[in-house]
Structures are given as structure tokens and as C-alpha cells.
């Protein structure tokens, strides 16, 4: 199998995207594999710091590589959104392909000087470091309103730049105008998409990665993806599949048996992953 800097490199060079989704779950999982196998196409699965305390962090790396291996998949395991250095380390450790550094909240000094310690500790391991740069909330959530703590205010592309430069980081997940979670009732506000093409421009060929994905239109992610993004995240979108497939499960009030609801809710999932892989990859 390739290396996930290799998938990526190659989603760059063909003009397309690679899937992340977040699970917290074995049954999330086999329904992105399901998705992912069915199209013939790689997949990143994304364990965040809850998931990971909720699943143990080894049992999720054990977890992916089993079912990467039983359903014959190409399939990347990140460590989403890790808010600490030590955390980071711990994911490295247990055997993931990527691990992002969330300093996003810290100054832009502290966010570098945490993402530098992280890529030096990943130095000759295959491990692809991601940080971000600017603000766009931590809520894989609906929401009524876009949160207050969300200023709207972007980075520059000399920012960006000079960040990368720095901390020698591999992928880059610049704020550009997206946001974390889904608007109740509306889409999520449209991407600067030409910010994410001077942002390409200025950086080369390092990853750059959309994050809050979930409440974008399909010409959003088109127009990102054409303009220079190589992997898009997916959480809060599948979130809410699965929370609608299990409640139509649950109807059946003499169920008790999990696997038979829980399928629902595998299923409600599985129609989400292979929509988005199929926009992402040009299927």
C-alpha cells in the first residue's frame, strides 16, 4: 500500500481529494470501508481526542488495519485534532499515519513552536504532521447560528507561508472561510476560493487539507478542490446520518438485538461516505 503522503501527493496531481471521516465506532467504520471498497478508492478515517478516549487508542489503529485488511481497502488512520504535543507523541507511538496539531486557539508563536516540536519528534517515521492556521471553531455539531468565538477573520497567505516555513510542517489546514459543524436550516457559508488557490500557489506541493466540510455545497467543494485542497474532512455530516438511521432502527420497539438497528444507522452512513467520495475523487 502507499504512504499516505503518497495518496496525497497523487490526489494533487490528478485534481482530486481523499475522504476523511471521522468514526467513534466500529460500525461507522465498516460503513466507510463499504463506501471506500465500493469505489475502488482510498480513504482516511479520523479518530479525534474523544474518539480515541471513547475507543482506546490502540484499539483504533488495531481496528482500521483489520478491516483496511479484511475488505481489501486503502485506508489511513489521523489522529484529528489533537490539542496537545504529548497527545501527538502518544498517537505517533501507537501507529498512525497522521496526526494534526490543533494550536489554532494559542497564538500564532505557541501554535508554531508546538507544531515544530511535533514534526521533529516525527522525523523518519512515515508520519504526515498537520496544523492549522486560523480559528474556525471545534463544535461537530448542529448549529443555529455561527458560534461568537469564530471571528470570520482569515489568514494571509504570507502567514500561511511563513507558517509552513517554520515549523516545516507537511500539511497545511488554513481557515478560509469554513467552519466546524453544520447551520441548522442553511448551508455553512461559502469558501474564499481564492484565498485556497494563493495559498497552493504560495506553498507548492505540501498537503492542504479543508476542514469542516459538513454544510458545504458540492460546488464549494469543487471549487476548493480545483483551486488546490487534496484532502476534505467529514464529521458532523455523518454525525447526523447515523444518529437518523439508528432512531428509524429504534422504531421497531421489540428490537433489542444491536447489530439489527445499529445497521440503519451503518447503512445512513455508508450513503453519506460514498456520495462525498465519489464528488471528491471525480468518481
Do not use: W
Request: net charge negative; charged share 25%.
Amino acid at each position: 500500500m502507499k504512504t499516505l503522503a503518497q495518496a496525497m501527493e497523487d490526489a494533487l496531481e490528478q485534481k482530486i481529494a481523499l475522504g476523511h471521516f471521522n468514526i467513534s465506532d466500529s460500525t461507522q467504520l465498516r460503513a466507510i470501508a463499504r463506501a471506500a471498497k465500493d469505489l475502488n478508492v482510498p480513504v482516511i478515517i479520523g479518530i479525534s481526542e474523544g474518539e480515541s478516549d471513547f475507543l482506546g487508542i490502540h484499539n483504533a489503529v488495531a481496528l482500521v488495519r483489520a478491516t483496511a485488511q479484511e475488505e481489501g481497502v486503502e485506508m489511513y488512520i489521523n489522529a484529528d485534532h489533537m490539542h496537545t504535543v504529548e497527545n501527538c507523541k502518544a498517537a505517533i507511538d501507537a501507529g498512525f499515519d497522521s496526526v494534526i496539531f490543533d494550536g489554532s486557539r494559542e497564538s500564532m508563536e505557541d501554535n508554531i513552536r508546538g507544531t515544530r516540536e511535533v514534526v521533529a519528534y516525527a522525523q523518519g517515521k512515515q508520519v504526515i504532521v498537520e496544523a492549522e492556521v486560523g480559528y474556525i471553531g471545534t463544535s461537530s455539531k448542529m448549529l443555529d447560528e455561527i458560534p461568537e468565538d469564530v471571528s470570520g477573520v482569515l489568514p494571509t497567505v504570507e502567514e500561511v507561508r511563513n507558517f509552513v516555513e517554520r515549523t516545516g510542517v507537511h500539511a497545511v489546514a488554513p481557515a478560509v472561510g469554513n467552519l466546524h459543524g453544520m447551520l441548522t436550516g442553511r448551508a455553512n457559508p461559502a469558501l474564499d476560493v481564492g484565498l485556497i488557490r494563493n495559498i497552493r500557489e504560495s506553498i507548492g506541493d505540501i498537503g492542504m487539507v479543508l476542514h469542516g466540510g459538513s454544510g458545504l455545497t458540492d460546488e464549494d467543494f469543487t471549487q476548493a478542490i480545483n483551486a488546490g485542497m487534496n484532502v476534505v474532512h467529514i464529521n458532523t455530516e455523518i454525525r447526523v446520518a447515523y444518529r437518523k438511521g439508528i432512531e428509524k432502527g429504534l422504531e421497531h420497539k421489540e428490537e433489542i438485538a444491536p447489530y439489527r438497528y445499529l445497521h440503519h444507522g451503518q447503512d445512513a452512513v455508508y450513503e453519506v461516505v460514498k456520495k462525498r467520495l465519489e464528488l471528491f475523487g471525480n468518481v
